[in-house]
């Protein structure tokens, strides 16, 4: 009687243990939050790019797009219970201003967006998972060759590392033609652009970056 | 007269064995009715729901992570995302996207192009039917969500 009923019992806590996960579900948990997360970075920088587009300047545009991120996760996702909540960096050394900056027309220059994110989950009792997202575009020409009409530029991207896709449609010379753009190794940059100038170069030079996912610069040398 | 008791008391002793033993039986048994009625079996429609809503996110992130799912939603290439969630779902698993504009949902963006391997009756007709919702924001600098709603069912 005793083995019959410590058996039961063992059963019983075994099943448990191992049905426990397969209830909760958890990797579509996962792969909800960080579907939240992966798509609320790409705005931000879809809200970067808006802002450093030519004509657009409104600083408000990060805040109204999460404003409507908010109201469209809880739509596409009636069941869960999604709550995201944010806060837009202001001020620190970049200057930001409602989560957007833009530091243009200087020999380094730069294009940044930052803001805090607290996602619930609550029909999985899912409460303050943080993330941060940050979207930043760097600039800097290094080298100016008024002999031979080049131009050396270095491009960045969050982490400091190099934007290594970047061809000739991505760049812009003021008053000049582009007639190509070659990258090559470089010792601190890692990675720099050259870009050949059909004509002489002006002095100063204003040079303009768009990377893939639009978010533009302009530096000027 | 002594062995005579003795035996007595044995007798009763094994019969307590007997009906103990019965008893035990009865407790395994109802345990193992009442665990099997809440088992998620492998073949159950349950099981396979959760299974193809898992596969169905994860496919979805993936394509969405390397950039794909993007150009194609918002490039309109039906036909090429047709044929990567073709390959990368199991040949017996068939499936139907919809993509929906996010701020007027009667509005499928792909209506006339369906995106789908199996026919219709496929998916009214099956049951156990598993529904994946993905929302995305926008493209370039443009905030234009849509929602993708795929269905899958298992052949």
Redesign the interface.
């Known amino acids: ?1 005793m ?3 410590m ?2 019992s063992i ?2 806590i075994m ?1 448990r243990a191992g ?1 426990y996960y ?2 909760e ?1 958890w ?2 948990y996962i ?2 939050t ?2 939240v997360k ?3 970075i ?2 931000v920088e ?2 970067l ?2 802002y450093t ?1 030519p004509g ?1 300047n409104s600083t408000s545009i990060l805040k109204d ?1 999460l404003n ?2 908010q109201n ?2 809880r ?3 009636p069941g869960y219970g999604i709550i995201l909540t944010y806060n837009l960096t202001d001020g620190t050394n970049i200057n930001y201003s409602q989560g957007l900056a833009s530091h243009w027309n200087e020999n380094a220059s730069y294009s940044a967006a930052n803001a805090n994110f607290a996602l619930n989950i609550t029909s999985v009792g899912l409460e303050g998972y943080r993330f941060m997202a940050t979207a930043f575009l760097n600039l800097t020409i290094l080298n100016v060759d008024a002999l031979s009409d080049v131009i050396t530029v270095a491009v960045t991207g969050e982490d400091g590392m190099p934007i290594t896709d970047l061809k000739k449609g991505n760049f812009q010379v003021d008053g000049l033609d582009i007639k190509n753009v070659t990258s090559s190794y470089h010792e601190t940059y890692i990675l720099v652009y050259t870009i050949n100038c059909d004509g002489s170069i002006p002095a100063p030079v204003t040079v303009t970056v768009w990377d893939q ?2 978010i533009i610069v302009i530096a000027k040398s | 007269m002594e062995r005579i008791g003795m035996r007595t008391t044995r007798n009763t002793k094994g019969q307590m064995r007997v009906i103990e033993t019965i008893l035990a039986s009865f407790i395994i048994l109802a345990a193992l009715t009442f665990v099997n009625t809440f088992a998620v079996l492998p073949s159950s429609p349950k099981y396979e729901t959760s299974d193809l809503e898992k596969m169905g996110h994860n496919i979805l992130h993936d394509l969405d992570e390397q950039g794909l799912l993007s150009r194609f939603v918002y490039d309109k290439e039906w036909g090429e995302l047709t044929l990567v969630l073709t390959i990368f779902l199991p040949p017996d698993v068939y499936f139907d996207l919809t993509i929906y504009d996010a701020h007027a949902q009667n509005i499928v963006i792909n209506n006339g192009f369906p995106i789908r391997y199996g026919s219709q009756e496929v998916f009214t007709a099956s049951n156990p039917t598993a529904s994946v919702s993905y929302v995305m924001p926008g493209h370039h600098a443009e905030y234009d969500p849509r929602i993708l709603v795929l269905q899958l069912v298992r052949g």
Do not use: F, P
């Open positions: 009687m083995i019959a009923l058996i039961v059963g019983a099943y049905t397969r209830y579900q990797e579509e792969t909800l960080e579907h992966l798509n609320t790409r705005l879809i809200s790019a808006n587009a657009n797009n409507q991120w469209d996760l739509k596409a996702y996912r639009g």
